[in-house]
Each structure stands twice: as structure tokens, then as C-alpha cells.
């Protein structure tokens, strides 16, 4: 059972550069969702998608893009790539619950933008 | 407005001691959901345990134990005989009903257990 996976777990670009993190998960969890992790701010949310073709903003949704047209893939597209960016990305997933639905983690994409 | 308060931002206790870290959270809600989450130094986030506005029950999971207390919107975790496995940052975090599984997080206590 892979679980939640995301690839790459390591990325390094350029400024101006797009960029796509990939997040594949196989539980067939209806929500997913897209943090990033930043020294001092913890995590914050980007974008979640309750649903296949159904996604909304979090957050911090500026200078990225996600898409859902499967269930078990949530990629987020930054579109031109800032110094600001620079992070560790984690994807996440879970089942709808009304709020209890328990949130489990991919393991991490380390992105730099230089 | 929902808010989840980790006031410690770093402890260090020697192997063997017991340690506290505290969560104090906001919630208009009378439903709600609190949670802990564990990641080590490998990056990982690993769930630790859900709790529902519900119970009040203090739960114990081996040397892991959770205590809430609606009283005073806090959910604090214990860890006892603490383990130099156990360093890691922790997250508190809470989830209000029908809001499409968004979890707030704290901003993380970081745990080092000393040998």
C-alpha cells in the first residue's frame, strides 16, 4: 500500500521557471490538499480539492496552480517560480468526515529557487 | 476564528523525564476536531491521534498521553520516560465541522530529548 506519495522529493530551478510537484495518492481520498512549510509560519495551506475537478483556494494560494481530473492526483504548478517560494512543499489527503476527516501527509518536496 | 496556540516554541529535557507540550486553541464551533502530529528530523508528518469535541476523555497510547480540557480549549500531550526517539517538532492542530477537512496548525514545538 504506496499511500500518499509526491515526486520530486527534491527540486532545484530557476527564477522564471515553472514548476510542477506531483502528489499521487491511492486511498481513494475524496479531499486533498497542498501546504507549504516556511520557517516561522509553520504550515500553511495553499490549495485543497474536496473532489475531482472541484478545487479552492487556501491560504496562500498566489503563484500557484492545481488541477484534479483524477481522484488520486493533486499536482500544484507554479507558474514562474520566485526566490519566495523556495520551500518544503507537502501534499496531503483524507476522507470526507465534516471536519473530522483525519489528514495524512506525503513526504515532502524540498524546492529551491535560486 | 479559529486558532491553535503552541507557546513553547523549543524544549529540551534529559532522556527519562517526562515532558508537557501545550496546545491551547480557539473554535466559535461546538463541533470541532483536535490533533496532534509528530515530525522528526526526517521530515515526515506522522498523525498521532483525533479527538472530538465530544470526549473529554484523556487518552493514553504507551508513553504517549493526551489530555483535554474543553474548560480551559486546551489538548496538551505528555510524553513519559521520554525517549531520544521522541525529539521531533510536534503540531497541535484543530478542525471545525463542515469545513471541508481544513485543519489549522500551531506553529510547532520542537522537542529535544538529551541522552
Known sequence: DAGITQSP????????????????QTWSHSYMFWYRQDLGHGLRLIY??????ITDKGEVPDGY?????????FPLTLESATRSQTSVYFC?????????????FGPGTRLLVL | AQKVTQAQTEISVVEKEDV????????????????WYKQPP???????????SFDEQNE???????????????F??????????????YFCALSERYRDDKIIFGKGTRLHILP
Request: aromatic share 12%.
Open chain 1, 9 to 24: 522529493r527534491y527540486k532545484i530551478t530557476e527564477t522564471g521557471r515553472q514548476v510542477t510537484l506531483m502528489c499521487h
Open chain 2, 76 to 89: 496538551n500531550f505528555t510524553i513519559t520516560a521520554s525517549q531520544v526517539v521522541d525529539s521531533a517538532v
Open chain 1, 92 to 104: 496531503a489527503s483524507s476522507r470526507p468526515g465534516q471536519g473530522e476527516g483525519t489528514q495524512y
Open chain 2, 20 to 35: 508537557t507540550l501545550d496546545c491551547v486553541y480557539e473554535t466559535r464551533d461546538t463541533t470541532y476536531y483536535l490533533f
Open chain 1, 48 to 53: 485543497y480539492s474536496a473532489a475531482a475537478d
Open chain 1, 65 to 73: 496552480v492545481v488541477s484534479r481530473s483524477k481522484t488520486e492526483n
Open chain 2, 42 to 52: 526526517s521530515g515526515e508528518l506522522v498523525f498521532l491521534i483525533r479527538r472530538n
Open chain 2, 60 to 74: 493514553i497510547s504507551g508513553r504517549y498521553s493526551w489530555n483535554f480540557q474543553k474548560s480551559t480549549s486546551s
